[in-house]
């Protein structure tokens, strides 16, 4: 009966580690970031990446109870298997009983018998959760329109910044990158040699504070007439109380630069943390302000439904979500596609699908 359950529990290859941009893993973070158009396979569509990326999490709530269950009836059982699954990919405590509370309505409301017909239902739950958190970025407000981004050590800042500069590009815009992580010597390289093979501007100083850089790269973009400014910040760790006081200094001298800025605080998250993030997304928002989320490394991981605790317990707008080190892996975030892929039959399953 609970065969289900022990697939959950079966263990994961080792995820992959918080920190895994020491300095020798800079240049290939750039590399990654180059060699995307230069892959060999076939370019994929967004919507292919984004299901492969999420299989993990997709296998933990997804492809479970249809292909697992199949026609089996819904009872106590069953949707106690279904909230250790919850539990298992992440959705926390609170978003879990959120769902099981309203399956449990919909199973005598609406009648449902089998297990294809509850995924269907919670695919439905799921994307009722998800949908406030969709709230695409939008730059055209203010120009330089500023942000600032910030987030734990190897939580994927400088790599994203690399891959919002060319979003931002793509859609007409001129960006500017400010080279604010001074801690680390490698990542104000790993922004210049990429700004550099980009033809995107970066603003950079050997030593230095980060709110020089920043407060220098604003004036910088405003001379040039840049329309988006992305600044990185050095990781840092919520429990680093001076590091949090840090950067919240990093924000009012923006403020001093531009009295209109920071117009986004991006906080980007690893994924792979699961109910860390919750802890994360607090105590960066109490110290900074945080206005969006941007949840990296989705494709390392099986707790995608980390998300969902997010959606219940601390709603930020969720900007953009990445599943992958290739430069289009990053995208904004649609919660529909989002459940689509995580619901969708995989490819000869023969499973209906869930959304
Ligand atoms: N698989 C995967 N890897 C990612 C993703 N986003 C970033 N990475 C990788 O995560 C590693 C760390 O990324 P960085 O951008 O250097 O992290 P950071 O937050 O700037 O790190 P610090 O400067 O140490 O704070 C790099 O190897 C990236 O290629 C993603 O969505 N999926």
Redesign the pocket.
Known sequence: MFGFLKKSVKPEPAA?PA???EPA??P??VE??QDTAAAPVAKRSWTERLKA?LSRTRQQLGGGLASLFGLRKIDEDLLEELEATLLMADCGVEATHHLLGELRKRWKRDKLETADQLQKALAEELHAILAPLEQPLDVSGHMPYIIMIA???????????GKLAKYFQSQGKSVLLAAG?TF?AA?RE?LTTWGERNNVTVIAQDGGDSAAVIFDAINAAKARRIDVVLA?T??RLPTQLHLMEEIAKVRRVIAKADPSGPHEVLL?LDANIGQNALAQVKAFDSAIGVTGLVV?????TAKGGVIAAIARQFPRPLRFI????GID??QPFHAREFVDALFEPLPGSGADGAA
């Open positions: 992959e920190r895994a941009a893993a800079a290939a973070a990654a970031l990326g987030g734990v050590n190897g939580s994927g800042k400088t790599t994203s910044i992580d680390r990542a790993q990185d050095a990781g980007v990296t490394k989705l494709d390392g990445g599943v992958g080190e892996d990053l």
